[in-house]
């Protein structure tokens, strides 16, 4: 079991994890260990609650593809057991930032005090900028 927080979690055999060669500088050993790690996970068949799915999949990341399925990719670390651990905590990171709907912002209207303090700036600007135009004109 993958715990995401205390309501949410994903069973292991939702997540397909393979091991496959790094990428990059390394030398001889990247050419002969799979130590990087691709998680897969399908969002739609998952046992995740409907709203966090909907939410998942509502997402603009790069990291879901069309089909709804996360595709996440670890290679940081020289050991597979590390670059797995790396994967999964990804994956609970990003359902966690969705498992909390975000709260509506309720539309304000400005207070007196700030349209006060904002046309006050816009006078000192004016002023500035009034006593440029007058300080250019000069005989010489």
Same mark, same amino acid.
């Given at each position: 079991?993958?715990?995401?927080?205390?309501?949410?979690?994903?069973?292991?055999?939702?997540?397909?994890?393979?091991?496959?060669?790094?990428?990059?500088? /390394? /030398? !001889? *050993? $990247? *050419?002969?260990?799979?130590?990087?790690? !691709?998680?897969?996970?399908?969002?739609?068949?998952?046992?995740?609650?409907?709203?966090?799915?909907?939410?998942?999949?509502?997402?603009?990341? !790069?990291?879901?593809?069309?089909? /709804?399925?996360?595709?996440?990719?670890?290679?940081?670390?020289?050991?597979?057991?590390? *670059?797995? !651990?790396?994967?999964?905590?990804?994956?609970?990171?990003?359902?966690?930032?969705?498992? $909390?709907?975000?709260?509506?912002?309720?539309?304000?209207?400005?207070?007196?005090?700030?349209?006060?303090?904002?046309?006050?700036?816009?006078?000192?600007?004016?002023?500035?900028?009034?006593?440029?135009?007058?300080?250019?004109?000069?005989?010489?």
């Amino acid at each position: 079991m993958l715990f995401v927080t205390q309501r949410i979690s994903i069973p292991l055999a939702e997540i397909q994890l393979d091991a496959v060669r790094s990428s990059g500088a /390394g /030398g !001889q *050993n $990247v *050419n002969k260990t799979s130590t990087s790690v !691709q998680l897969r996970f399908d969002v739609a068949a998952s046992s995740l609650p409907e709203d966090v799915k909907s939410r998942l999949l509502s997402l603009s990341d !790069q990291r879901i593809t069309g089909d /709804g399925v996360v595709v996440l990719r670890a290679q940081e670390e020289r050991s597979q057991e590390r *670059n797995r !651990q790396a994967a999964l905590s990804r994956l609970a990171e990003l359902v966690r930032s969705v498992a $909390v709907p975000r709260r509506k912002r309720k539309a304000t209207r400005p207070t007196l005090g700030s349209k006060k303090r904002r046309l006050e700036k816009k006078k000192q600007r004016s002023a500035i900028k009034a006593s440029r135009r007058n300080a250019s004109r000069w005989d010489g």
